[in-house]
């Protein structure tokens, strides 16, 4: 990822934030970027191809779109409605032999994709999609099912910290709870090694014994 793309410019530097904080990661190539297009990888797995993850593109064209999620490429800009046409209603008239019109109309509209002609409204639009359709819709999507990004932790904080002000006690217990956990998780790791030994000791003594009974007999 060529991250100087993304300095200069305080919109772009927010992007890059927030793609680091979301763990995306720039995997554009120097010809994809040459023509005005960026490719993102998300580290969510793809619920319709599971062994990978997530991509999302900005095309010059104006296009925002999932790479790899469908049977083909989808558009993930918003849809808009076109202005109506109307076109005259005819009926068959055997008198003439022909189509006539009723001086009735029929209305048509047409649903499109509205583009987003500059790149970096692109991006910010990228970004907010990606939170709302895959972040958090399909938590469950993220890889192995123990991803927990930077910026739910920062927000969980954040909120905390609003929640109780500058109220010393209710943040020290905060704390303690979060130095409890990481206490109880390495106990757990530290008994899941031991049994692993204990299983390794076991299969080798199984070994040994049925190799004596073999030279026993």
């Known amino acids: 990822m060529n991250k100087e793309t993304y300095k200069g410019d305080t919109r772009y530097e927010k992007v890059f934030h927030n793609m680091e ?7 554009t190539t120097n010809r994809q970027h040459r023509n005005g297009t960026r490719v993102w990888r998300l580290p969510i797995k793809n619920n319709h191809r599971p062994k990978s993850f997530i991509e999302v593109a900005s095309f010059k064209t ?10 083909s490429n989808y558009q993930l800009n918003k849809r808009c409605e076109s202005d109506p046409e109307y076109y005259p209603v005819y009926e068959w008239c055997d008198e003439k032999n022909m189509n006539i019109k009723t001086g009735n109309f029929r209305q048509f509209t047409t649903r499109s994709c509205k583009l987003i002609p500059i790149e970096i409204d692109r991006l910010e639009y990228l970004i907010s999609y990606c939170l709302k359709n ?3 819709k399909h938590a469950n999507f993220v890889a192995d099912g123990k991803y927990v990004s930077q910026w739910y932790h920062d927000w969980s904080m954040e909120r905390a910290n609003k929640t109780y002000g500058n109220n ?5 217990r905060i704390n303690d709870m979060e130095e409890k956990l990481d206490a109880m998780t ?24 049925a190799t004596i009974n073999r030279i026993s007999e």
């Open 134 to 136: 895959y972040y958090i």
């Open 62 to 71: 104006g296009y925002v779109r999932n790479q790899n999620s469908g049977y």
């Open 186 to 209: 390495e106990d757990r790791d530290t008994h899941v090694d031991y049994q692993i030994k204990l299983e390794e000791k076991l299969f080798d003594l199984q070994n040994k014994l």
């Open 21 to 27: 904080l979301l763990g995306i990661v720039d995997i």
């Open 168 to 172: 010393v006690g209710a943040m020290a």
